[in-house]
């Protein structure tokens, strides 16, 4: 969560997990890369490496899985 200046209650566990995010809240990303494009998207829950990882806008999907929905971007 490098980039995050008022998303809240997110959470990212492994490298480079949210890190693009900047206002999107209620996120959770567990993974290498998980989330890594998000920059307005809440409520996604991406778990394994690469999932969800090119989402930027995209709410309230969950993706389970090594690159699960990873070129998904919005939505």
Do not use: I
Request: cysteine-free; overall charge negative.
């Amino acid at each position: 969560m490098l980039n995050n200046t008022t998303g809240a209650s997110n959470t990212a566990t492994g490298t480079n997990a949210l890190l693009h995010n900047t206002t999107g809240s209620g996120n959770t990303a567990h993974g290498l890369n998980a989330l890594f494009d998000n920059t307005t998207g809440e409520g996604n829950t991406a778990t394994g490496s690469g999932a969800l990882s090119a989402n930027t806008t995209g709410d309230n999907n969950t993706a389970t899985g090594g690159s699960a929905l990873g070129s998904k971007t919005t939505g």
